[in-house]
Structure formats: C-alpha cells, structure tokens
C-alpha cells in the first residue's frame, strides 16, 4: 500500500519524545522476558559499575522504531531496522526518568520501491544508537 | 580465554515452534508505547493488507530468545555470560510477524572475532514458519568483555 506521506530523500520524520521511567522497564522486561537486573534493580546495576538502573538496549532500539511506523502508517513496511548499542539509557527511581529523544530523516532511494531512514536517539544530548537505520518500503 | 574461532559456522538445531498471539502483540505494543492500530485491531491491519495483526519490528527479539540462550549457554562455547554486552542488532523481514503464526528458529554463529581484547559473537537467527516460509532474519553482534578490559 502506497503511504501517504512525502518519502523523498531529504525528508525528515516528526520528531518524537519518550520517558522512561522505572515503571517502563519493569513493563517491558515482563513483555519481552528479559529479566536482567541491571534493568530494575540499582544494586546489581551498581555492582556491575553502572551509574544507576539503565534501559534494555532493546527497548531503546523499540521506543526509537515508533517514530518510522508512526510517520509510515504500516508498521509492516518496515523491511529491515538495525542499530549498534552505543549508550546506555540511565534511569533514576524519580518521575522524570529519562527523556529519549528521537530524529529521523530519509537519506538515501534504494530505486527498488525502498529507502533508507536514518534514526538518532539521544538520551541527556548524546547519541545512545549508532548507525540506527531502518529500510521502509514506500511503493 | 579468548573464544575459539572454529565455532563460526556452527549451527543449531530448530527450536520449538513458538505460537504468535495477538495478546502477545498487544503486550509487547504497550510496553514500547506503540499507537499502531496495525498491532492491536486486525481488522485495521487487513485493511494494510496482512491477514491479522502484526508484530512490532524488534518483536522477534522475543520470538528468538530462547534460541539465543541455547547459543549464549552452549558448554562448549565456554562463554563467560557475566561479561556479555548487547553490542548491535539488526532484523531483516521477509515480511511483517503475524498473529497466528508458528515460528521456528534456527541459530547459526556467523562470525567471531577478537578486538582489544574482546571477543565479537555474531549470531544470525533464520525465523521462519513451521510450513518453511522465512519470515524474519535476525543478527545479534554479542560482545564478551575481556578480563582486562
């Protein structure tokens, strides 16, 4: 199904803002049976010499894909998405948690009924993904 | 110990099917703060043309842990799980996770490699169907910390 929505290279996605908080993670740890500690308690987050408690890297990479399947319409057109972990994403037990924000602008036509969208998450001003991109059939 | 290079190119057997549920997506949907009606109303996700809801992309993740876990705590492997970091991940879909799919995986050890002393994993899980159709390729780059680094 053709989007409705301009997908010429240059093109950039609205942006998109996520908290996490404590609350977040233990929720995604239940959806996506990862337990690990370091995601929900500050003592083996500690133990382990991180700063505090931090986000799955998956959960990162799955808030950061929200901003292609809600610019595209159909999750489904979402051929191919991938990102090295550069960052953690820490989150402190308070109500502000952590901001995650999210830019992504279409960079290159594979001239193959596919682009290519660049995605940069960032979490208190760096970047927490690297070389975050997605491959989006738009035809 | 560094990890032995002569794992590349080992391949696991097929793990048991997994049953994709529409709950499931739900769940998963939420807890990544997902407002696809594609993941939750399969009527709006036949009307994009799937045959029932579909999956988020990083869904597989899900679908293809338990095999990971095979790999990550393969004994002859010998790798030190307290010193492992997610180091990338990608997913390629054939087409989208649906509901009412059965999925089977099958884990392969692509590469592995040494940089300053770490070890690089790469494992590529093959998900496809019970029927056989592939479905998702999933890439998973695991790195074992050194004892120094």
Known sequence: ?139 | MPLDPAFTGRSYPPSQPYDVSREKIREFADAIGATSPAYRDAEAAKALGHRDVIAPPTFAIVVSMKTNETVMFDPELELDYSRVVHGDQSFTHHRPITAGDQLVCVAHIDAITSRMGNDMVTVRTEIGTVEGEPVTTARSMLVVRGEDA
């Open chain 1, 1 to 139: 199904m053709t989007p409705k929505v301009v997908t010429e290279v240059g093109t950039e996605l609205p942006a998109l803002s996520v908290r996490l908080k404590r609350d977040d993670l233990v929720r995604y740890a239940g959806a996506s049976l990862d337990f690990n500690p370091i995601h929900w308690n500050e003592k083996t987050a500690k133990d382990v010499g991180l700063p505090d408690v931090i986000a799955h890297g998956m959960l990162t990479m799955a808030v950061a894909s929200r901003i292609v399947a809600e610019w595209i319409g159909d999750p489904g057109a979402i051929v191919e998405y991938g990102c090295r972990f550069g960052r953690p994403v820490v989150v402190p037990n308070d109500d502000e948690g952590a901001l995650v924000d999210v830019t992504a602008k279409v960079t290159k036509d594979f001239e193959d009924g596919t682009v290519k969208v660049n995605i940069n998450a960032s979490f208190a001003g760096k970047s927490v993904l690297t070389g975050a991109f997605a491959r989006v059939r738009v035809s």
